[in-house]
Protein backbone atom coordinates (compact mmCIF):
# COMPACT_ATOMS: atom_id res chain seq x y z
CA UNK A 1 0.00 0.00 0.00
CA UNK A 2 1.50 3.34 -1.09
CA UNK A 3 2.14 5.50 1.60
CA UNK A 4 -0.03 9.02 2.15
CA UNK A 5 0.55 11.59 4.36
CA UNK A 6 -2.83 10.86 6.40
CA UNK A 7 -4.73 7.42 6.63
CA UNK A 8 -8.52 7.01 7.72
CA UNK A 9 -10.18 4.10 8.44
CA UNK A 10 -13.83 5.39 8.36
CA UNK A 11 -16.60 3.22 10.24
CA UNK A 12 -19.87 2.79 8.58
CA UNK A 13 -22.93 0.11 9.54
CA UNK A 14 -24.98 1.06 6.38
CA UNK A 15 -24.83 2.10 2.60
CA UNK A 16 -26.96 4.73 1.02
CA UNK A 17 -27.87 7.63 3.64
CA UNK A 18 -26.20 10.66 4.83
CA UNK A 19 -23.24 8.68 6.73
CA UNK A 20 -22.53 7.49 2.88
CA UNK A 21 -22.90 10.63 1.22
CA UNK A 22 -20.85 12.36 3.51
CA UNK A 23 -17.80 10.08 2.83
CA UNK A 24 -18.44 10.17 -0.44
CA UNK A 25 -18.45 13.64 -1.13
CA UNK A 26 -15.42 14.21 0.54
CA UNK A 27 -13.41 10.86 -0.90
CA UNK A 28 -14.09 12.58 -4.58
CA UNK A 29 -12.87 16.28 -3.42
CA UNK A 30 -9.53 15.13 -1.70
CA UNK A 31 -8.66 12.32 -4.00
CA UNK A 32 -5.48 14.15 -4.94
CA UNK A 33 -4.83 15.53 -1.51
CA UNK A 34 -2.28 13.60 1.19
CA UNK A 35 -5.42 12.07 2.90
CA UNK A 36 -6.10 8.55 1.86
CA UNK A 37 -9.28 6.89 2.72
CA UNK A 38 -10.68 3.59 4.04
CA UNK A 39 -14.00 1.78 4.78
CA UNK A 40 -14.43 -0.17 6.99
CA UNK A 41 -18.94 -1.01 7.01
CA UNK A 42 -20.99 -4.34 7.35
CA UNK A 43 -22.79 -3.24 4.07
CA UNK A 44 -22.41 -3.51 0.53
CA UNK A 45 -21.68 0.04 -1.41
CA UNK A 46 -22.11 1.24 -4.71
CA UNK A 47 -19.75 1.40 -7.73
CA UNK A 48 -19.46 5.32 -7.56
CA UNK A 49 -18.68 4.71 -3.70
CA UNK A 50 -15.92 2.23 -4.63
CA UNK A 51 -14.15 4.19 -7.05
CA UNK A 52 -14.39 7.34 -4.94
CA UNK A 53 -12.00 5.49 -2.41
CA UNK A 54 -9.68 3.68 -4.42
CA UNK A 55 -9.85 7.08 -6.24
CA UNK A 56 -7.66 8.23 -2.74
CA UNK A 57 -5.59 5.37 -2.92
CA UNK A 58 -7.88 3.30 -0.39
CA UNK A 59 -9.76 0.25 0.13
CA UNK A 60 -12.97 -0.93 1.42
CA UNK A 61 -13.49 -3.70 3.57
CA UNK A 62 -16.39 -5.82 4.16
CA UNK A 63 -16.78 -6.46 7.76
CA UNK A 64 -19.72 -9.06 8.86
CA UNK A 65 -22.51 -7.51 11.27
CA UNK A 66 -22.21 -8.55 14.74
CA UNK A 67 -25.99 -8.88 15.11
CA UNK A 68 -25.57 -11.35 12.57
CA UNK A 69 -22.55 -13.55 13.74
CA UNK A 70 -21.57 -12.44 17.17
CA UNK A 71 -19.19 -9.64 18.57
CA UNK A 72 -16.24 -11.71 18.98
CA UNK A 73 -16.28 -13.01 15.15
CA UNK A 74 -16.51 -9.50 14.12
CA UNK A 75 -13.81 -7.76 16.48
CA UNK A 76 -11.57 -10.68 14.85
CA UNK A 77 -12.10 -9.59 11.24
CA UNK A 78 -11.41 -5.73 12.51
CA UNK A 79 -8.26 -6.43 14.20
CA UNK A 80 -7.02 -8.50 10.90
CA UNK A 81 -8.16 -4.62 8.86
CA UNK A 82 -6.31 -2.78 11.72
CA UNK A 83 -3.45 -4.92 11.12
CA UNK A 84 -2.74 -3.61 7.93
CA UNK A 85 -2.05 -0.02 9.30
CA UNK A 86 0.75 1.32 11.05
CA UNK A 87 -0.18 3.24 14.40
CA UNK A 88 -0.73 6.35 12.28
CA UNK A 89 -4.07 5.52 11.50
CA UNK A 90 -6.65 7.87 11.98
CA UNK A 91 -10.26 5.90 12.90
CA UNK A 92 -13.25 7.91 12.10
CA UNK A 93 -16.52 6.12 13.50
CA UNK A 94 -19.85 7.55 12.08
CA UNK A 95 -21.44 5.49 15.27
CA UNK A 96 -21.19 5.69 19.04
CA UNK A 97 -22.39 4.14 21.70
CA UNK A 98 -21.91 0.44 22.45
CA UNK A 99 -21.63 -0.27 18.86
CA UNK A 100 -18.39 1.79 18.67
CA UNK A 101 -17.28 0.31 22.07
CA UNK A 102 -15.39 -2.77 20.52
CA UNK A 103 -13.60 -0.51 17.64
CA UNK A 104 -12.36 1.79 20.37
CA UNK A 105 -11.45 -0.69 22.52
CA UNK A 106 -9.35 -2.56 19.55
CA UNK A 107 -8.18 0.47 17.94
CA UNK A 108 -6.66 1.03 21.78
CA UNK A 109 -5.03 -2.26 21.83
CA UNK A 110 -3.29 -1.58 18.45
CA UNK A 111 -2.07 1.60 19.59
CA UNK A 112 -3.67 4.02 17.61
CA UNK A 113 -3.87 7.13 19.31
CA UNK A 114 -6.41 9.41 17.05
CA UNK A 115 -10.66 7.73 17.42
CA UNK A 116 -12.84 9.87 16.15
CA UNK A 117 -17.01 9.45 16.89
CA UNK A 118 -18.88 11.27 14.64
CA UNK A 119 -22.64 13.38 15.53
CA UNK A 120 -24.77 12.62 12.77
CA UNK A 121 -28.31 12.43 14.10
CA UNK A 122 -30.47 14.58 16.26
CA UNK A 123 -32.86 11.81 17.29
CA UNK A 124 -32.98 12.27 20.85
CA UNK A 125 -34.66 8.75 21.49
CA UNK A 126 -31.71 7.20 20.86
CA UNK A 127 -29.84 8.23 23.65
CA UNK A 128 -29.85 9.21 26.85
CA UNK A 129 -27.37 10.78 29.86
CA UNK A 130 -25.46 6.97 30.08
CA UNK A 131 -25.31 6.33 26.34
CA UNK A 132 -23.72 10.31 25.64
CA UNK A 133 -21.42 9.69 28.57
CA UNK A 134 -19.86 6.56 26.51
CA UNK A 135 -19.63 9.18 23.91
CA UNK A 136 -17.61 11.30 25.42
CA UNK A 137 -15.49 8.51 27.13
CA UNK A 138 -14.36 6.87 23.47
CA UNK A 139 -14.08 10.21 21.67
CA UNK A 140 -10.66 11.28 21.49
CA UNK A 141 -11.99 13.83 18.63
CA UNK A 142 -15.24 14.94 18.11
CA UNK A 143 -17.12 16.10 15.05
CA UNK A 144 -20.76 17.05 14.26
CA UNK A 145 -22.98 17.92 11.58
CA UNK A 146 -24.95 20.32 13.72
CA UNK A 147 -25.28 21.96 17.11
CA UNK A 148 -28.40 19.51 17.66
CA UNK A 149 -26.64 16.54 16.89
CA UNK A 150 -23.79 17.68 19.36
CA UNK A 151 -26.31 17.98 21.72
CA UNK A 152 -27.64 14.97 21.12
CA UNK A 153 -24.83 12.30 20.79
CA UNK A 154 -22.62 14.14 23.17
CA UNK A 155 -24.77 16.34 25.46
CA UNK A 156 -25.63 20.33 25.67
CA UNK A 157 -22.46 20.91 28.10
CA UNK A 158 -20.33 19.26 26.24
CA UNK A 159 -21.14 20.90 23.11
CA UNK A 160 -20.78 23.89 25.53
CA UNK A 161 -17.39 23.58 26.66
CA UNK A 162 -15.54 20.73 24.52
CA UNK A 163 -14.00 21.33 20.89
CA UNK A 164 -15.82 19.67 18.48
CA UNK A 165 -15.76 20.35 14.65
CA UNK A 166 -19.09 21.02 13.18
CA UNK A 167 -18.46 20.07 9.31
CA UNK A 168 -21.53 20.51 6.87
CA UNK A 169 -23.09 17.89 5.14
CA UNK A 170 -21.90 19.21 1.42
CA UNK A 171 -23.87 19.84 -1.79
CA UNK A 172 -22.72 20.48 -5.19
CA UNK A 173 -23.97 24.58 -5.71
CA UNK A 174 -24.19 23.97 -9.80
CA UNK A 175 -26.30 21.34 -9.87
CA UNK A 176 -29.14 24.01 -7.82
CA UNK A 177 -28.27 27.30 -8.88
CA UNK A 178 -28.31 27.14 -12.15
CA UNK A 179 -31.90 27.68 -13.49
CA UNK A 180 -33.98 25.81 -16.20
CA UNK A 181 -34.49 27.37 -19.39
CA UNK A 182 -37.41 24.66 -20.15
CA UNK A 183 -38.76 24.89 -17.07
CA UNK A 184 -42.85 24.85 -18.09
CA UNK A 185 -42.33 22.00 -20.10
CA UNK A 186 -39.89 19.90 -17.58
CA UNK A 187 -42.90 20.44 -15.19
CA UNK A 188 -45.42 19.48 -17.57
CA UNK A 189 -43.46 16.01 -18.23
CA UNK A 190 -42.54 15.86 -14.73
CA UNK A 191 -46.44 16.25 -13.01
CA UNK A 192 -48.59 16.12 -15.93
CA UNK A 193 -50.71 19.01 -17.80
CA UNK A 194 -53.28 19.12 -15.65
CA UNK A 195 -51.01 20.42 -13.14
CA UNK A 196 -48.71 23.01 -15.36
CA UNK A 197 -50.13 25.95 -13.96
CA UNK A 198 -50.83 24.90 -9.96
CA UNK A 199 -48.23 25.85 -6.85
CA UNK A 200 -45.93 23.04 -6.51
CA UNK A 201 -45.18 22.51 -2.47
CA UNK A 202 -42.22 19.88 -2.67
CA UNK A 203 -41.14 17.80 0.24
CA UNK A 204 -38.10 15.04 -0.66
CA UNK A 205 -37.38 12.47 1.82
CA UNK A 206 -37.96 8.83 3.23
CA UNK A 207 -41.16 7.74 4.29
CA UNK A 208 -40.22 7.08 7.81
CA UNK A 209 -42.05 8.57 11.28
CA UNK A 210 -39.46 11.14 11.79
CA UNK A 211 -40.88 12.82 8.58
CA UNK A 212 -44.36 13.65 9.83
CA UNK A 213 -46.38 12.66 7.18
CA UNK A 214 -49.25 12.69 8.81
CA UNK A 215 -48.73 16.43 9.70
CA UNK A 216 -48.69 17.06 6.17
CA UNK A 217 -51.61 15.34 5.04
CA UNK A 218 -53.45 17.38 7.25
CA UNK A 219 -51.85 20.36 5.86
CA UNK A 220 -52.97 19.21 2.35
CA UNK A 221 -56.85 18.47 3.51
CA UNK A 222 -56.51 22.16 5.16
CA UNK A 223 -55.33 23.34 1.64
CA UNK A 224 -58.08 21.56 -0.40
CA UNK A 225 -61.07 22.72 1.75
CA UNK A 226 -59.82 26.29 0.87
CA UNK A 227 -59.91 25.62 -2.50
CA UNK A 228 -56.10 26.44 -3.00
CA UNK A 229 -54.60 25.78 -6.86
CA UNK A 230 -51.48 23.20 -5.30
CA UNK A 231 -50.22 20.22 -5.97
CA UNK A 232 -47.90 18.63 -3.05
CA UNK A 233 -45.19 16.38 -4.38
CA UNK A 234 -43.51 13.76 -2.38
CA UNK A 235 -40.08 12.54 -3.76
CA UNK A 236 -38.66 9.30 -1.77
CA UNK A 237 -39.41 5.88 -0.67
CA UNK A 238 -39.56 3.99 2.63
CA UNK A 239 -41.19 1.67 4.53
CA UNK A 240 -44.28 3.95 5.68
CA UNK A 241 -45.06 4.82 1.73
CA UNK A 242 -47.76 2.51 0.94
CA UNK A 243 -49.65 3.72 4.30
CA UNK A 244 -49.39 7.32 3.14
CA UNK A 245 -50.73 6.65 0.05
CA UNK A 246 -53.57 4.30 1.19
CA UNK A 247 -54.36 7.54 3.24
CA UNK A 248 -54.13 10.10 0.42
CA UNK A 249 -56.83 7.79 -1.36
CA UNK A 250 -59.09 7.22 1.61
CA UNK A 251 -59.62 11.15 2.52
CA UNK A 252 -60.02 11.65 -1.39
CA UNK A 253 -56.70 13.82 -1.88
CA UNK A 254 -55.35 11.98 -5.04
CA UNK A 255 -55.69 15.09 -6.76
CA UNK A 256 -53.51 17.08 -4.44
CA UNK A 257 -50.83 14.53 -3.96
CA UNK A 258 -48.09 13.14 -6.50
CA UNK A 259 -45.65 10.72 -5.27
CA UNK A 260 -42.05 10.37 -7.62
CA UNK A 261 -40.50 7.44 -5.67
CA UNK A 262 -36.80 7.36 -4.98
CA UNK A 263 -34.59 9.59 -7.39
CA UNK A 264 -30.74 9.03 -7.99
CA UNK A 265 -30.91 12.76 -8.55
CA UNK A 266 -33.24 15.15 -6.96
CA UNK A 267 -31.98 18.30 -8.14
CA UNK A 268 -34.08 19.24 -11.04
CA UNK A 269 -37.41 18.86 -8.65
CA UNK A 270 -36.10 22.09 -6.61
CA UNK A 271 -36.24 24.06 -9.66
CA UNK A 272 -39.97 22.45 -10.43
CA UNK A 273 -40.53 23.59 -6.65
CA UNK A 274 -42.31 26.86 -5.94
CA UNK A 275 -42.23 25.94 -1.97
CA UNK A 276 -40.22 23.34 -0.14
CA UNK A 277 -42.07 21.94 3.66
CA UNK A 278 -40.19 20.26 6.44
CA UNK A 279 -42.21 19.43 9.42
CA UNK A 280 -39.88 16.58 10.92
CA UNK A 281 -40.29 15.83 14.32
CA UNK A 282 -36.48 16.30 14.32
CA UNK A 283 -33.14 16.50 11.98
CA UNK A 284 -29.78 16.71 12.45
CA UNK A 285 -28.57 19.46 9.99
CA UNK A 286 -31.33 18.77 6.90
CA UNK A 287 -29.42 18.74 3.28
CA UNK A 288 -32.41 19.01 1.79
CA UNK A 289 -32.96 22.40 3.68
CA UNK A 290 -29.60 23.66 2.37
CA UNK A 291 -30.16 21.93 -1.03
CA UNK A 292 -33.89 24.04 -1.78
CA UNK A 293 -32.17 27.75 -0.46
CA UNK A 294 -29.21 27.12 -3.30
CA UNK A 295 -32.23 27.00 -5.76
CA UNK A 296 -33.95 30.20 -4.32
CA UNK A 297 -36.83 27.92 -3.33
CA UNK A 298 -38.52 29.31 -0.15
CA UNK A 299 -38.78 26.50 3.22
CA UNK A 300 -40.53 26.27 5.72
CA UNK A 301 -39.01 24.26 9.01
CA UNK A 302 -40.69 23.33 11.87
CA UNK A 303 -38.81 24.79 15.23
CA UNK A 304 -37.34 21.61 16.43
CA UNK A 305 -34.93 22.21 13.70
CA UNK A 306 -31.71 23.25 13.99
CA UNK A 307 -31.09 26.98 12.97
CA UNK A 308 -28.06 26.15 11.20
CA UNK A 309 -30.23 25.15 8.45
CA UNK A 310 -31.67 28.71 7.20
CA UNK A 311 -28.36 30.46 5.66
CA UNK A 312 -29.51 33.75 6.14
CA UNK A 313 -30.74 34.12 2.68
CA UNK A 314 -34.48 35.41 3.77
CA UNK A 315 -35.81 32.22 2.42
CA UNK A 316 -36.44 30.33 5.40
CA UNK A 317 -39.73 30.48 7.75
CA UNK A 318 -39.76 28.38 11.37
CA UNK A 319 -43.44 27.40 12.61
CA UNK A 320 -44.11 25.41 15.72
CA UNK A 321 -46.05 21.78 15.17
CA UNK A 322 -48.87 22.27 17.23
CA UNK A 323 -49.85 25.63 14.94
CA UNK A 324 -51.26 24.24 11.63
CA UNK A 325 -52.55 27.21 11.28
CA UNK A 326 -49.34 29.02 11.00
CA UNK A 327 -48.39 26.74 8.18
CA UNK A 328 -51.34 26.84 6.48
CA UNK A 329 -50.94 30.89 6.23
CA UNK A 330 -47.35 30.40 5.00
CA UNK A 331 -48.17 28.14 2.62
CA UNK A 332 -50.95 30.21 1.10
CA UNK A 333 -48.13 33.28 1.58
CA UNK A 334 -44.92 32.21 0.53
CA UNK A 335 -43.77 35.42 -0.54
CA UNK A 336 -40.11 35.75 -0.41
CA UNK A 337 -37.78 38.13 -2.32
CA UNK A 338 -35.50 35.71 -4.44
CA UNK A 339 -31.49 36.22 -3.61
CA UNK A 340 -29.08 36.45 -6.16
CA UNK A 341 -27.08 33.93 -7.69
CA UNK A 342 -24.05 35.13 -6.99
CA UNK A 343 -25.29 35.83 -3.32
CA UNK A 344 -26.32 32.41 -2.39
CA UNK A 345 -22.87 31.18 -4.26
CA UNK A 346 -20.70 33.29 -1.47
CA UNK A 347 -23.27 32.21 1.45
CA UNK A 348 -22.39 28.61 0.65
CA UNK A 349 -19.00 28.98 0.73
CA UNK A 350 -18.42 31.02 3.86
CA UNK A 351 -20.73 28.66 5.53
CA UNK A 352 -18.12 25.50 4.24
CA UNK A 353 -21.79 24.04 2.60
CA UNK A 354 -20.01 23.54 -0.93
CA UNK A 355 -18.10 20.04 -1.19
CA UNK A 356 -15.28 21.82 -1.79
CA UNK A 357 -15.49 24.22 1.11
CA UNK A 358 -16.64 21.24 3.45
CA UNK A 359 -13.46 18.96 2.22
CA UNK A 360 -11.36 21.34 3.02
CA UNK A 361 -12.52 22.10 6.55
CA UNK A 362 -12.13 18.15 7.09
CA UNK A 363 -8.54 18.01 5.81
CA UNK A 364 -7.81 21.01 8.21
CA UNK A 365 -9.04 18.69 10.77
CA UNK A 366 -7.44 15.64 9.96
CA UNK A 367 -4.31 17.26 9.21
CA UNK A 368 -4.83 18.80 13.09
CA UNK A 369 -4.37 21.92 12.00
CA UNK A 370 -7.85 22.64 13.94
CA UNK A 371 -9.65 21.38 16.82
CA UNK A 372 -13.21 22.97 16.52
CA UNK A 373 -15.70 24.83 14.33
CA UNK A 374 -19.24 26.05 14.58
CA UNK A 375 -21.54 26.30 11.40
Not at 286 to 310: G, K, R, Y
Request: glycine share 6%; with cysteine.
Amino acid sequence: MNKKEYEVLHLMTGFGGGISAFILNKAEELADSDIRFNVATFDDVSDRFSQAIKATGGHIYKISDPDKIGMTKMMREYWKVLKEFDNNLIVHSHFGMNLALPFHIMTKLKGIRRFIIHAHTGAPYRLNNSKRKINRFLAQEKVSAGIKCSDNTFGKASTEQDKIVHIPNSIEPEKYLKKLTNKEQVKIEMFGEENSNKKIIGHIGRFHHVKNHEFMLDLIAELAVRDQDFLWVFVGDGELREKVELEVKNRKLTQYVKFMGWQNDTSIFYKLFDLFVLPSFYEGLPTVAIESQAASVPVILSDTITPEADLDLGLVKYAALDAKKEWIELIEHSNFEEPSVDTIQKVLVNKKFTNETSAQLYREFIKGQIDSYVI
